[in-house]
């Protein structure tokens, strides 16, 4: 029949063109960035400040931190699931590794290792009672996010662990180039291979069958529910990590780290493409979008706009940038 | 005919219609009549679906070249609701319920005006739906819920929803797919007197006795165009079959006789799976064995457990007893410990657990296939790539890339891309639930001969498909399952679709009768 020369052949010239191009649009991430080039150019030219090397870096350091726990939540939002709770494990991890290296004086990996663990066990238990009791994640994961912060305080006492050891503060600030320090150097690495692992290997594509259908990823052998609590303990972790490094930026185990973020995770990564329903995005995607959202912020407030229009801009971005999505997958993808 | 002189009360003039790049329709002129079973008919692909989409405002207007006639006026549907409220109806190919309301809520989705103002008579919708079912012959409880239901249960539930609106013309894409002898003999006795009403009926089927039986007139597409138009008096099968494929088949079943002697493939003691709510009855005691190469048919009316023997054997459902593939066991309960030991799965409803909508063409085949494509975890893409191909050619998937979106595939090749997937791993043992569901006459051909060759390599087959002469002709030994339970069984040339109905009925009967009597 004539399919089997259909699937071999290639398309001729003029057609081939324009499906190189439906294509390339069709790459989620392309539209965003585009988006975002447009938005760079309009901040500089009303206020050419907005790209000194200053604001340029200032943007590129808060990224880093949301960034980190963006690239987790990706990975989790693609198996299906998300986390509300990403904020409050940043802030936990952040003051119990403190605690840890000040009152404990135990020694300050044993400390960040102790950080490390705290997020991670608290996503084990959030992906544990998500697929074992069928708890929804908004649920669970909004009530960890309040048990979160309780802890924080209970930890605390309410006043942050000041001062931290010396080294914590050669971490903070740590400059490896560009003024940036570990923090970036850790979101780039750690972004570059989850990017790797969803795109390329095995592991990854079981993560968008997981999230796709997760009685199909079942029944092709697929044990999802070990890829969905992997994926609830990889954004514990992460936010863990992010939560440490803005602890080492500000000297001290402040209260108040964390607090707020997983709006703001979960606004950048959608408007990056990342599908709230699970099986679709990518970790490229996801950083961009919180890196447009953060150069809108940014750029705002170095035009001059007042703190609470900076809010609604966010909002309509988010929505605007789902919106636009859907009609670029009707488009573009269904063809019709 | 009486009716072709009759005016049209349905018409397509010229309708055209393109997918990016694939030419779906290329001006096709249709109509039907009053009173009339207008059969549509072609190849997987062929744009059947996408006519009566365009039909029923699925593709509204706009979308595609070409004008519509209602009564003679020029209509255009801008949703399949603007072309409900114009009494056009329709029943998709691919299933579409609200699977957390109850049956009778599904039937009477989207239709306003049941109570009073706003609010919605419970009672009165499930009395209402209760009585269609019976009309249609269903045994299904409106108040189940449609979560519960079989696939084939839940297209019963389609075909009563399109129904209850007293359509004038109805359009039925492929509506038996999943139905067994009893089904469809209650829907077309329906369907009969829905004719007599003067209701217009398109009528989408694979089935070409189906067409023989209770079609009126038939329009053959081939590649978006009408090939061809024939009326009533010259039906015959050999005819549709060369209209729709250019080819002409020489017998329906490849010749095949399992092999004497041959090692047990599977075996399988006291399976029991549990019932759960609604209609699935689960399955009792079942003891079966499969050869290596012998292809084993299980017949059995919808609902009677024959998925769920498959489900169990293969861990999809908790299930107890005992399963050795080529002598050795197998811990039951999971799909992962099934396909290690050579178990594969072909699964019934494509929709709902077959296809990954998220994923392409060629991701589809390869997931849960991607060990031997890797190397170290890493999905190594040329090698990836040239497989895909190579499955796609072999089983003569038609789809424009590896790269191109599932949900785009007619069904028939979807379903050939869901066939591809299991056979990649080379299975032992392959369980098949309705292998042929909606797939045209000429690939139906390639299935058989697909099954058959498998048994030739040895593999042991299981086979689920409700059209019984389908079974019957394929399969080396049938095993008749009613009520969970094995009543008969008997091989190549022993019986025929009587003696599976004999059986059941008798089997039906006896468990009636301890009932009675406790
Ligand atoms: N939404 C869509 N986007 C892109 N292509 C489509 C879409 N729907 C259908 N097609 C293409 O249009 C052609 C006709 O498809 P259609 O579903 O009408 O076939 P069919 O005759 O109903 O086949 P089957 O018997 O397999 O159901 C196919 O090549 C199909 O791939
Ligand atoms: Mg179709």
Redesign the interface.
């Given at each position: 029949?004539e399919?089997?020369a259909?699937?071999?052949s290639l398309?001729r010239d003029g057609?081939s063109f324009r499906?190189r191009l439906?294509?390339f649009i069709a790459i989620g991430e392309v539209g965003v960035l585009a988006a975002m080039a447009l938005l760079i150019v309009f901040f500089w030219l009303l206020e050419p400040a907005f790209l000194s090397e200053r604001n340029i870096r200032a943007i590129l350091n808060v990224v880093s931190f949301v960034g980190i726990i963006a690239i987790g939540q990706t990975v989790l939002l693609v198996a299906g699931e998300f986390d509300l709770s990403v904020g409050s494990v940043a802030g936990l991890s952040a003051v119990v590794a403190a605690k840890l290296m000040t009152v404990a004086a135990l020694p300050v990996t044993v400390a960040i290792l102790g950080g490390i663990g705290v997020g991670a066990l608290i996503g084990l238990v959030n992906g544990l009672i998500v697929v074992r009791l069928g708890i929804p994640a908004f649920i669970q994961t909004l009530g960890m996010l309040f048990i979160g912060q309780g802890l924080i305080q209970v930890v605390t006492g309410g006043y942050p662990v000041y001062p931290l050891p010396e080294a914590i503060n050669t971490i903070g600030g740590a400059d490896l180039a560009f003024g940036l320090g570990w923090s970036f150097a850790f979101f780039i690495v750690a972004a570059i291979v989850a990017d790797f692992v969803l795109r390329?290997?095995?592991?990854g594509?079981?993560f968008?069958?997981t999230?796709?259908?997760r009685?199909?990823?079942?029944?092709?052998?697929?044990?999802t529910s070990a890829y969905k609590i992997g994926a609830f303990i990889v954004v514990g972790a992460l936010a863990a990590i992010a939560g440490m490094f803005v602890m080492a930026d500000l000297g001290s185990g402040g209260t108040s780290i964390g607090s707020g973020w997983e709006l703001t995770v979960i606004a950048g990564v959608v408007v990056g493409g990342v599908?709230l329903f699970?099986?679709?995005g990518t970790v490229a995607g996801g950083v961009v979008g919180i890196l447009m959202l953060k150069v809108v912020q940014s750029g705002l407030v170095v035009i001059g706009v007042n703190s609470n229009w900076q809010q609604i801009a966010v909002g309509v971005i988010m929505v605007m940038a789902v919106g636009l999505d859907i009609l670029r997958r009707r488009y573009f993808?269904?063809?019709? | 005919m009486s009716n072709a002189a009759q005016e049209p009360l349905l018409s397509a003039i010229a309708i055209a219609k393109s997918?990016?790049?694939?030419q779906a329709l290329r001006g096709v002129d249709f109509d039907v009549v009053p009173g009339e079973i207008h059969a549509l008919l072609g190849q997987n692909g062929a744009g059947k679906s996408t006519l009566v989409k365009i039909l029923n405002g699925v593709?509204p207007a706009g979308?595609y070249s070409g004008a519509i006639k209602l009564d003679g006026r020029p209509v255009s549907f801008a949703s399949p609701a603007a072309a409900r409220s114009n009494g056009v109806g329709y029943v998709p190919q691919e299933i579409e319920v609200l699977e957390q309301l109850s049956v009778a809520e599904n039937v009477f989705a989207g239709r306003t005006g049941l109570g009073d103002g706003a609010l919605v008579h419970q009672r009165k919708l499930e009395q209402r739906a209760g009585e269609i079912f019976a009309d249609l012959g269903i045994g299904i409880d409106p108040r189940a819920y449609v979560a519960s239901l079989t696939s084939a249960q839940r297209h019963l539930v389609m075909i009563a929803r399109a129904i209850v609106m007293k359509p004038r013309v109805l359009m039925l894409d492929e509506p038996t797919a999943s139905l067994s002898g009893t089904e469809v003999d209650a829907l077309f006795a329906v369907l009969r007197r829905l004719k007599t009403q003067g209701v217009a009926m398109i009528y989408i089927t694979h089935r070409l006795p189906e067409v023989l039986a209770i079609c009126d007139r038939a329009t053959v597409l081939r590649d978006g165009q009408v090939a061809v138009r024939i009326a009533r008096e010259d039906f015959d099968a050999e005819t549709f079959i060369f209209s729709m494929s250019g080819q002409r088949l020489q017998r329906l079943f490849p010749e095949h006789t399992a092999p004497a002697g041959a090692p047990t493939a599977l075996e399988v003691r006291n399976l029991t799976v549990a019932g759960h709510s609604g209609a699935v009855h689960g399955a009792k005691d079942i003891n079966l064995s499969v050869a290596a190469g012998e292809i084993v048919g299980l017949a059995g009316l919808l609902g009677s457990g024959r998925s769920e023997i498959l489900h169990g054997i293969?861990g999809?459902v908790p299930a107890e007893g005992e399963i050795r593939v080529a002598g050795d066991p197998v811990a039951i309960g999971s799909?992962?410990n099934a396909?290690?030991a050579g178990i594969a799965?072909l699964?019934e409803d494509r929709k709902?657990?077959?296809?990954?909508?998220?994923?392409p063409v060629g991701?589809n085949i390869?997931?849960?296939?991607?060990?031997p494509l890797?190397r170290r975890?890493?999905?190594r893409?040329g090698l990836e790539r040239s497989s895909i191909?190579a499955a796609?050619?072999a089983l003569?998937?038609?789809?424009?890339?590896p790269?191109a979106?599932v949900s785009?595939l007619s069904g028939g090749n979807q379903q050939k891309l869901l066939f591809a997937?299991v056979l990649m791993r080379a299975p032992k043992v392959l369980l098949l639930d309705e292998p042929t569901k909606g797939v045209d006459a000429a690939t139906r051909h390639e299935i058989y001969r697909l099954v058959v060759d498998l048994a030739e390599k040895g593999v042991g087959l299981l086979i689920v498909a409700s059209e019984l002469e389908e079974l019957i002709g394929l399969c080396d030994r049938c095993l008749v399952v009613a009520d969970g339970r094995i009543v008969d069984e008997f091989g190549r040339g022993e019986g025929g679709e009587d003696r599976v109905l004999r059986s059941v009925t008798a089997a039906q009967a006896e468990r009636h009768a301890s009932q009675v009597s406790p």
């Open positions: 029949m399919s089997a259909d699937v071999g398309p057609q499906r439906i294509g390329r290997t095995v592991l594509r079981n968008y069958a999230g796709g259908n009685e199909v990823a079942r029944l092709v052998g697929i044990n599908s699970g099986g679709a993808i269904a063809g019709a | 997918f990016g790049g694939v593709h979308s293969y999809r799909p992962g396909r290690a799965l699964t709902r657990d077959g296809l990954l909508f998220n994923l991701a390869t997931i849960g296939n991607l060990a890797s975890g890493v999905v893409g191909l796609m050619r003569n998937v038609k789809a424009s890339s790269q979106s785009h997937r």
